[in-house]
């Protein structure tokens, strides 16, 4: 009988023992460490078994496969006959790829868990909610009606609102909390009026029917999907909440935040605007376009001035968020300007960034936890040659790295690499307008990569290599084995997508197929694994070649050179032009080396302001260099409507202390007022 | 089939032979341009084989990372340099690497030389690798911006089929390709660490970008960065001598008199570079670190400008 099951029922099965792990952690409060190892277990498995099933369902490219399970509200979707309740769930090809990617990340989050779990100081503030954030997030993707999806994209926001409380004595994490509450709450209801602008009265709320139904005020849905998804995903101005939430949770938490739910949110956006919208105007792909040049530059930008390893991994997220957009942005011109098969380039692009950010973001999330576990920081400044302590940890944050700075042979270049390529067929475009923006948004990016690269030069530099900053640094010891597994098993995938990017080229073909009509060359048939998006004289990358040049080269010119030349090494104390100084504080620190791009850029950004006290000659007071930076999106933005908010509370207090005649008065004016508006309408 | 790997053998070893050559070529000719009689032009052989003789002192604190890096900077440039054509279009393995990953792969070697500069954990180290960050911030955006200009005019990122475009088509003189060889220009200075972003020659630690992060590198380690620098110089040349003056390149399976006569234009033009380059940097002095962004913001601009001209120009 078991064997009769479709994957998408081992997929239903896996979602709900993982809602089941939630409440059993709680009855097991008793034996922490028995509690840990099943969730975090059987959320691997679980994981995996999702992974796996989405994967087959990915690679034999059936048909979408649905269910209708006799739960939920009673009238959630139009049939034939009337209306019919229950929850409606469906697996198409772009689902079967976000959950495939998702629950990969779920894997890895889950063995890291086990055992980075241990230094959880309140272990029931983080384990009954983490099987929870998983399903939801799953449950997310197999939505087929507004209701399930609503529902479970509020599950997500909740149990992972409740991880990012795991330290809430902490009053910054409290107000984090608050942040991301207020966040998802405004994304949600946002959603909520999308949905019912789509459905228009009509009463049903499947997607299929809203599909059939979706007309009229689509431009509005664009824009109420775009606010909601974006708010969630990390598009400036409404990341504010991501920088302050993702690092609050533990570093497993922290990675699904910004390397799953970020997606999960994207899928969201993508099912909506691509999926039940149909055909789009030709504009709509310019918002997407700027908001996502913005967010990139914008967010690395930030990155690069941070000095919290998790808020700079956190403001990254928000980059390579930009960059999907963008993307996503090209493919929603394209389509609309009628030109599939170059949407379907730009869409891959986005997808391929989705997965390779899955890859990155979770090892490099993880790196920062094992930082974290190691010594106690995650202030750059106070760390330092941690590749001396932590050598495996070390060589597994050098390949996270150089795929976040989106350098070859690694993923992330393959991935901009294929935006670059779709931006390059967009002059073929009529309308004036996307002539002008998509170069620049060109530009844009560009200058965002190679703010990356400087980002984690200079993350990767201050904390890993130079010398000690703290005594924490200096007594870290390497971090466990399920740890260095989990991180192992994520670097491993992203070296091995940067060499055999044209695997996931070909596994994304079906979802191409379903939302343009169109697909890519067949990778598998290029000779040597090149990648050839559009045809072998236009472009192609080979990562493998790439590599393998590299390591020849390189590794001749060092044989030759020990052969023939000297091979012998004497250690000596460091030359520093005859000065050393033996004080470690006189390395570049994380203020110093971000000096230069502080002073080009972010007078512009962030109107920093540099202030040098210089003591007069003989004084014997310390000079000081105070750098004073300003949050433009906070103050122009929230700081407004926090004061609003906070003026109405006021005035509506006064409601508070009324008497019962009052109040009778006020529920009678109420009545009276509804009644006539009636009157009027009806 | 033979003879097309031959070519591109005799490519990666006519890079690497002719680079410090060309870096000794630039040296002799600013001497003589500033009344010096300056030192022969193979020096950089005989330095680079005195380096790779000695015994390589290393810094206590030193990783694994600062060890390896001169090898991956070394061998990424290697790379990145043997797939720009110099005297032949058509190279077998072009389509491993198009311009956008050339242009990548020496962002591959920076990453790790920058890694490198902050290792030993010295202030020197940490100025240049920050420095040369930010030059590298500045250049790439103009660098892709050329890039594009190159790639719309020729509907390809490959560098063999833009080569080939610019030799067979009547491309003419075109706004656009001006404004990106100016670009180009401006942006090999920076990257190549020349006046007036950045001084070869100079030993005042403070004012050095590129030599201040390879400070404590010694013996063959030092020779292996001394040896990509000079690849990176001679790559740039090449590119622009491919790009924008492909005058006599060989085509893909023509006889052996056209590969003699690529070769001889290959070496007039590198000659031609060189003498370009050293005329120059003693016509101009150094600038301030902070000038930088100026000149390289001029370079996107001129980049940017190239790319909305052809945006605009084009299908109308």
């Known amino acids: ?682 | 089939m033979m003879l097309d790997f031959a070519i591109q053998g005799a490519q990666m070893l006519l890079v690497l032979g002719l680079a410090p050559l060309l870096l000794g070529l630039v040296r002799t000719l600013k001497a003589r341009m500033l009344g010096r009689r300056g030192p022969n032009p193979i020096q950089p052989y005989r330095d680079l084989r005195r380096l790779i003789a000695k015994e390589a002192v290393v810094a206590e604190n030193a990783s694994w990372l600062y060890r390896a890096a001169p090898y991956v900077v070394f061998a990424a440039i290697w790379v990145a340099a043997a797939l720009v054509p110099t005297f032949a279009t058509g190279l077998v393995f072009s389509w491993s690497a198009d311009l956008i990953a050339i242009v990548a792969l020496l962002g591959t070697a920076r990453f790790f030389l920058a890694l490198a500069g902050l290792d030993i954990g010295t202030a020197f180290g940490g100025i240049g690798a920050s420095r040369e960050m930010l030059i590298a911030i500045l250049a790439e955006p103009a660098m892709l911006m050329i890039v594009f200009t190159l790639a719309l005019l020729a509907g390809s990122t490959q560098l063999s089929s833009i080569a080939a475009f610019m030799i067979d088509q009547e491309v003419g003189l075109r706004v656009s390709l001006g404004l990106a060889l100016v670009a180009l220009v401006m942006v090999a200075i920076a990257e190549n660490a020349r006046i007036p972003v950045d001084n070869p020659a100079t030993h005042l630690e403070l004012t050095m970008v590129h030599e201040a992060m390879v400070l404590e590198y010694s013996a063959r380690h030092l020779a292996m960065i001394e040896l990509g620098a000079a690849l990176k110089l001679l790559l740039y040349i090449s590119l622009i001598g491919c790009l924008f003056a492909p005058f006599g390149m060989a085509r893909l399976g023509s006889g052996w008199e056209a590969y003699a006569i690529g070769l001889a234009a290959y070496l007039g033009k590198l000659l031609a570079g060189a003498f370009a380059l050293a005329l120059f940097e003693t016509s101009i002095a150094k600038m301030r670190v902070f000038r930088v962004p100026e000149f390289l913001g001029a370079a996107l601009m001129l980049g940017l400008l190239a790319v909305l001209l052809l945006f605009v120009t084009r299908s109308v």
């Open chain 1, 1 to 682: 009988m078991l064997l009769d099951w479709m994957p998408f029922d081992w997929i239903l099965v896996a979602i709900l023992a993982l809602f089941a792990l939630g409440p059993l952690a709680v009855t097991l409060r008793r034996w922490p460490n028995f509690a840990r190892v099943l969730v975090y277990g059987g959320a691997g498995i679980a994981s995996a078994l999702i992974c796996l099933a989405a994967l087959l369902l990915l690679l034999r490219q059936g048909n979408a496969v649905a269910m209708w399970l006799p739960i939920g509200l009673p009238a959630t979707a139009l049939d034939g006959a009337g209306m019919i309740g229950g929850a409606h769930l469906r697996l198409d090809a772009l689902g079967a790829f976000f959950l495939a990617v998702t629950s990969l990340g779920g894997v890895a989050a889950s063995i890291y868990g086990l055992g980075y779990g241990r230094h959880e100081s309140a272990p029931l503030r983080v384990l009954p909610f983490y099987p929870v954030f998983l399903a939801g997030m799953s449950l997310v993707i197999v939505a087929d009606d507004a209701f399930v999806f609503l529902f479970s994209w509020e599950l997500m926001s909740l149990s992972s609102w409740a991880m990012v409380l795991a330290q809430h004595r902490d009053a910054a994490n409290r107000h984090a909390a608050f942040v991301y509450l207020c966040m998802a709450s405004f994304g949600t209801l946002l959603l909520l009026l999308a949905f019912g602008l789509m459905s228009g009265g009509s009463g049903g709320f499947d997607f299929a029917h809203l599909r059939e139904n979706s007309g009229g005020m689509n431009s509005l849905v664009l824009a109420l999907v775009l606010i909601g998804a974006g708010s969630k995903a990390g598009l400036v101005p409404l990341h504010v909440w991501l920088p302050l939430a993702h690092p609050a949770a533990p570093s497993h938490v922290s990675a699904l935040m910004s390397g799953v739910m970020t997606k999960v949110a994207i899928y969201g956006f993508i099912r909506v605007v691509f999926d039940i919208l149909g055909a789009p105007e030709w504009w709509w792909g310019l918002p997407l376009i700027i908001l996502g040049g913005l967010s990139a530059a914008f967010g690395i930008l930030s990155a690069m001035m941070e000095r919290d390893l998790k808020r700079l991994l956190a403001y990254s997220t928000i980059e390579n968020v930009g960059f999907i957009f963008v993307g996503l942005g090209l493919a929603l011109t394209f389509t609309g300007n009628e030109r599939a098969s170059w949407a379907a380039l730009a869409f891959a692009a986005a997808l391929f960034h989705v997965f390779n950010h899955v890859l990155m973001k979770g090892l490099m999330f993880m790196v920062a936890g094992a930082v974290l576990a190691a010594t106690g920081e995650r202030d750059i400044d106070r760390l330092g040659g941690l590749i001396h302590r932590l050598p495996q940890t070390a060589a597994l944050a050098l390949v996270g790295a150089l795929a976040l700075s989106a350098l070859p042979p690694l993923n992330g270049f393959v991935s901009e690499w294929l935006t670059f390529q779709a931006i390059l067929v967009s002059p073929e475009l009529d309308p004036w307008a996307l002539r002008l923006s998509i170069p620049a948004v060109g530009a844009v990016l560009a200058l965002a990569a190679a703010l990356a690269a400087a980002t984690f030069v200079r993350a990767f530099g201050l904390s890993f290599l130079g010398r000690p900053r703290s005594t924490a640094a200096a007594d870290a010891r390497e971090v466990d084995g399920f740890s260095r597994l989990a991180m192992g098993c994520l670097g491993l995938l992203c070296v091995f997508t940067g060499i055999f990017p044209g695997f996931v080229i070909d596994a994304l073909a079906p979802i191409l197929g379903d939302l343009f009509g169109a697909t890519l060359p067949r990778q598998d048939l290029s000779a040597w694994f090149t990648l050839t998006p559009i045809s072998a004289e236009r472009s192609s990358y080979n990562g493998l070649m790439t590599l393998l040049f590299i390591a020849l080269s390189g590794g001749l010119a060092a044989l030759i050179i020990h052969r023939l030349g000297s091979h012998r090494v004497r250690r000596a104390p460091a030359w520093d032009c005859g000065f050393p100084e033996p004080s470690p504080l006189t390395q570049y620190s994380a203020l110093s080396f971000a000096q230069p791009v502080r002073r080009v850029f972010g007078s512009i950004a962030f109107s920093a302001r540099e202030r040098v006290t210089m003591p007069a000659p003989g004084d014997l007071a310390p000079a000081r260099l105070e750098v004073s930076m300003t949050d433009h999106v906070w103050q122009s933005i929230y700081g407004p409507v926090e004061a609003a908010v906070n003026r109405a509370a006021d005035r509506i207090n006064l409601l508070q202390f009324l008497s019962i005649r009052q109040y009778l008065a006020l529920v009678f004016a109420a009545l009276v007022i509804l009644l006539t508006v009636l009157a009027i309408w009806g």
